[in-house]
């Protein structure tokens, strides 16, 4: 079934009223007819099973069926602290990401990282072409969320911005080995704030892993080969995913 996302005051009188590019889409498209069926969902983790009522020139209305909670969503956040990549790594990690359940996603300059965003215009498109990404896989991923983007932080303002978060990992290639990182994932509870920490091409620098183990952050290793940064984020992700959702089954 289709899945469109709307806001609250989209919503009324057991009726749904759907603006902007979506109507395009549902019309010329899609080729959606009076009748057919979809998920509108309002971003926070509800789902409003759907039928279309009618359809106009600038909205499509549909009539609520069935309302639920989204049950794709992990009982705690994860938020990724991603060292900025080169060229358009962003992207992909942006979209695995969001697939693989995390909250919001944190891009960070840290010491070794080669992109340099100083003209704020780019920044922002930047930024506008990173939140599309996560629109569109929250879409293809069925998410009761859409996950935040945020603007791109320094390295400290990173580490300020998870000090209240319940677990911070940082995997790094010169830690301990995985009885160490396995001891570790199993502290996670379900309903658990966790943050995890990815260094960009060339990794963090020794003096950064200082002051994040400062910061609350574990340095954990996620095997004896050496991760590209677009696999380590995504293998840490998928790891806490089971973890998480193993708890929710037990």
């Known amino acids: 079934m289709h899945r469109f996302y709307v806001e609250n005051n989209q919503i009324q009188d057991g009726n749904i009223t759907l603006t902007g590019e979506d109507v395009n889409h549902i019309k010329n498209v899609l080729r959606m007819k009076t009748g057919e069926k979809a998920v509108l969902c309002n971003g926070e983790g509800k789902d409003y099973y759907c039928s279309i009522l009618d359809i ?10 069935e309302e639920k909670n989204t049950d794709t969503e992990l009982g705690g956040k994860i938020y990724l602290f991603q060292g900025l990549p080169k060229k358009d790594k962003m992207e992909l990690i942006i979209q695995k990401a969001v ?26 498109k930047k930024l506008e072409r990173w939140q599309a990404i996560s629109v569109s896989a929250a879409k293809q991923s069925g998410r009761g969320i859409i ?19 319940d677990m911070k990992l940082m995997p790094y290639e010169n830690e301990k080995g995985m009885p160490f990182t396995r001891e570790t994932l199993d502290k996670i509870k379900q309903t658990d704030n966790v943050g995890v920490f990815i260094g960009p091409e060339g990794g963090f620098e020794e003096k950064e892993v200082e002051e994040a183990g400062l910061n609350g952050f574990i340095p954990i290793t996620l095997g004896k080969r050496i991760l590209r940064t677009e696999t380590a984020g995504l293998t840490a992700l998928s790891l806490l995913m089971m973890k998480m959702e193993s708890d929710e089954r037990d």
């Open 56 to 65: 106009q020139s600038n909205r499509v209305v549909f009539s609520v069926e």
């Open 99 to 124: 697939e693989l359940g995390v909250y919001e996603i944190i891009p960070v300059m840290t010491g070794r990282t080669v992109v340099k965003l100083e003209d704020s215009k780019k920044e922002q």
């Open 147 to 165: 996950p935040r983007i945020t603007g791109v932080y320094s390295f400290r303002k990173a580490l300020d911005y998870a000090k209240d978060l």
